[in-house]
């Protein structure tokens, strides 16, 4: 099914929801009205495009999709411009990426354009359902799971795609607060090979246990290590990580483990604008250790669609806590929230085309 062939049907709500006032927003509790969904099978492709009121689906017991994880997931959000217009941030990125999930779980290739389409006219539909108030958002989930019922395991012959739309609250309520991170030193992640790179669900399950540890010692968040030596950092939980040393910006290089971030790749355009030494390479834990004790650690933060970027002020790492920038948001952590921030709500100039306005129009896309 490609944006040639596109019609998607539509069927109308007998009553909407009640929206949710702005500060009683949550992340991921609350979904709007309407959901897109099609389906696959290997005789008809991807078919039957539609916009239906969000509603439960009805799934064999057997469907694939329960027993081997073969699921992908993206994650975006819709922001309303000052002009009043919904803005997307680089959309079609996250299609692109879903489509090289796809791939590592052999699961049929979408096409970005039409989805990215589907997308608009839900988003034109549930117009009214993008908040507000300053830092909310619309935050969109398509995903895909393998629907045939059939508990041997293979490639599934039967699959479904859905995006959902979900009202979010501002991630920041009282100004930017850095985490905490505990370095985990006995779970990991991924490995070389696996599925790290791949936005799938089984890479959040195996994430949990850690996660949970870590938050009974009052840390927000884990910091992953290399699967093989646990000796070079990964990423943190959901999101990717960087790291200030002596004036230079390290962030890990994508080697396969490392989910790409559509933020990260963000951040590291818009410190190579502004002039930041930007380097993407292996960076041992003990690099950042030894840095912190020669006074050289600089910042560390986060990047990702959830919070755009998350100062970390406190890590800890085989029991000893190291305190980053005296606990507060760094220079080029704040720099880079206010103007991705900036793009994103298009109340900063775009220079790299990012933004996508979802115009009644239906248009093609170049954003990158
Ligand atoms: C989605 C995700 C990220 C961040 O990606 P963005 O495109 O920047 O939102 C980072 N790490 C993991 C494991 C993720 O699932």
């Known amino acids: 099914m490609t944006l040639k062939d596109l019609t998607i049907e539509f069927t109308g709500c007998t009553s909407l929801k009640d929206k949710p006032s702005a500060d009683s927003l949550e992340f991921g509790k609350v979904f709007t009205d309407y959901m897109f969904t099609m389906d696959y099978t290997n005789e008809k492709g991807w078919h039957d495009a539609r916009i239906i009121p969000y509603q439960p689906i009805q799934l ?50 979408i096409d970005e354009d039409f989805v990215l389409e589907a997308l608009r006219q839900l988003i034109l539909i549930e117009k009214d359902w993008v908040p507000r108030a300053e830092g909310t958002s619309l935050y969109i989930r398509p995903f895909i799971i393998a629907t045939e019922p059939y508990i041997g395991v293979s490639p599934s012959k039967s699959y479904k795609f859905l995006m959902i739309l979900s009202p979010v609250g501002a991630y920041y309520k009282e100004g930017i607060n850095p985490v905490s991170i505990a370095v985990e030193t006995e779970y990991v992640r991924a490995v070389r090979g696996g599925t790290g790179e791949a936005k799938t669900g089984g890479n959040y399950a195996a994430s949990l246990k850690a996660q949970e540890l870590a938050a009974k010692d009052g840390y927000t968040q884990v910091l992953w290590l290399d699967g093989v030596e646990q000796k070079y950092i990964e990423e943190v939980g959901s999101m990717n990580v960087f790291f200030k040393i002596n004036g230079e910006i390290i962030t890990p290089q994508l080697n396969g483990s490392i989910l790409p971030g559509i933020t990260r790749d963000s951040a590291i355009q818009l410190l190579k604008y502004w002039g930041y030494p930007v380097t993407e390479r292996r960076l041992a834990i003990d ?72 115009t009644e129009q239906r248009h093609i896309t170049k954003a990158g």
Not at 84 to 102: D, Q
């Open 287 to 358: 690099e950042v250790i030894e840095a912190h004790k020669k006074g050289q650690l600089e910042e560390i933060f986060g990047t990702g669609t959830a919070a755009v970027i998350s100062p970390v002020g406190k890590l800890l790492y085989k029991g000893e806590t190291y305190i980053v920038n005296d606990g507060e948001i760094g220079s080029v952590s704040k720099k880079l929230y206010k103007t991705i921030v900036g793009i994103q709500t298009g109340e900063l100039e775009d220079p790299f085309g990012w933004t996508f306005e979802v």
């Open 60 to 109: 064999d017991p057997a469907a694939m999709c329960f027993h081997y994880g073969q699921t992908v997931f993206e994650g975006l959000k819709a922001y309303l411009g000052k002009n009043g217009k919904v803005l997307l941030f680089r959309p079609k990125k996250n299609f692109e990426r879903m489509n090289r999930s796809n791939d590592r779980l052999c699961i049929p290739h």
